[in-house]
């Protein structure tokens, strides 16, 4: 009976120890993470784009908004932003300026929305993601107008259901962007929506969505591009080495929820966030990351 107290003891100790290290340090312990894309673009030539999500930015978090702030000094030709970037009502001016150093020198940056962008977040059980994940709850709408205006006078171009070339320091880039497929009321439009308008002078075709449902990632491919970007996962938040993620949220497959992977035999990547739900300040095994991703030719 000693032992076994002690045993409980021990995995109790052990527990909270976990359950502290990633409330206290690895949810703020932001990494830069550089990865090269190999045989990305459909010709010879490079482009570097900086890839943030989930930034689910509310007061008080400081230390985000400065890890933010050190980005502007990469040497990025683009950047994507997907979604879920406002972690609380009234947080929409503030998400979108610590954004703004990313695209100084006059970077051009483009976003898609997740629903953290159109509704405020509300309490949920963790074990919801396991026992009910098709349920959706919305908190009260947010001032999305207001933040998408700030945005574009920081230099970033949102996309919703549509696609645009976007001018870059490597050359002109199409982008297409859907809306968040992870909300009930989405309808994932046709390919022709998301197609760049291109005579086929582009670098590049990059393709975005928030959460990496499968329907979403087909649309992009069908309507040409060459490469997809996708958050939402947070990465599983949780990981259990070696097990990896116990949840993705979506239904791409567990081990394709973090960073770079083939899909359909086109480079899909999936960043990890920078943050977290106000109700859910906890990561383990999974660091808080902006990736900074050079695609190559």
């Known amino acids: 009976m000693v032992r076994l107290t002690r045993a409980l003891g021990a ?12 409330t206290l340090i690895e949810r703020r312990w932001y990494r830069r993470h550089r990865i090269v894309l190999p045989k990305s673009l459909p010709d010879a030539g490079r482009l570097s784009v ?8 509310v007061p008080g978090q ?15 030709d683009l950047v994507i932003a997907t ?48 026992t009910r994940p098709e349920r959706r709850v919305h908190g009260v709408p947010l001032a999305t107008s207001l933040l998408l205006e700030r945005l574009s006078e920081h230099g ?8 645009t070339v976007v001018e870059t320091a490597a050359g002109p880039i199409g982008v ?3 809306d968040d497929p992870h909300l009930d ?31 979403a990632l087909d649309v992009l491919i069908d309507a040409g591009h060459d490469v997809l970007f996708a958050g939402h996962t947070h990465g599983g ?3 259990f080495p070696p097990i990896g993620a116990l949840v993705g949220n979506c239904d791409l497959p567990l081990d394709q929820i973090r960073g770079p992977s083939r899909y359909r035999d086109h480079w899909l990547h999936v960043s990890p966030g920078l943050g977290h739900s106000r109700y859910a300040p906890f990561r383990f095994a999974c660091r808080p990351e902006a990736t900074l991703l050079h695609l190559i030719g």
């Open 11 to 22: 995995v109790a100790t052990a527990g909270a120890a976990c359950v502290a290290y990633g």
């Open 50 to 57: 900086l890839h943030v999500s989930d930034v689910h930015l």
């Open 62 to 76: 400081q230390h985000r908004i400065d890890f933010l702030a050190s980005l502007g000094d990469l040497d990025h």
């Open 83 to 130: 979604g879920d970037l406002v972690g609380a009502p009234g947080a929409e001016v503030l998400a979108a300026d610590a954004l703004a150093p990313l695209t100084s020198g006059g970077r051009p940056g483009v976003v898609v929305l997740g629903s953290n962008d159109l509704f405020g977040p509300v309490p949920k059980s963790p074990f919801a993601y396991f």
């Open 156 to 163: 970033y171009t949102t996309l919703r259901n549509e696609a």
């Open 176 to 178: 297409g962007g859907i």
């Open 185 to 215: 009321e989405t309808v994932i439009p046709p390919a022709s929506a998301v197609t760049p308008p291109s005579d086929g002078d582009t670098v590049a075709n990059l393709g975005l969505v928030h959460a990496p449902y499968t329907a």
């Open 237 to 239: 938040q949780v990981r």
